[in-house]
């Protein structure tokens, strides 16, 4: 019932982590963005978003016994 907020709060430990830990480098990073074309970040995030899937779909078929 937790799992969609377990998701969430380990997004947010990871994202969190990274801005406190490399602050320059995330700035940097979004200074990056800011100049790319639309289609590329719309394509990093599909490669993204299917890859979280893929893993997610991973992790529930090795642990859900």
Not at 14 to 34: H, K, W
Not at 35 to 60: F, K
């Amino acid at each position: 019932g937790y799992d969609v907020l377990k998701g969430i709060a380990l997004l947010m430990l990871v994202e969190g982590a990274a801005y406190a830990l490399f602050p320059n480098g995330m700035r940097q990073a979004m200074q990056q963005m800011l100049q790319m074309p639309l289609e590329a970040i719309r394509l990093m995030g599909l490669i993204a978003a299917t890859i979280g899937r893929a893993l997610l779909w991973g992790v529930m078929q090795f642990t859900s016994g």
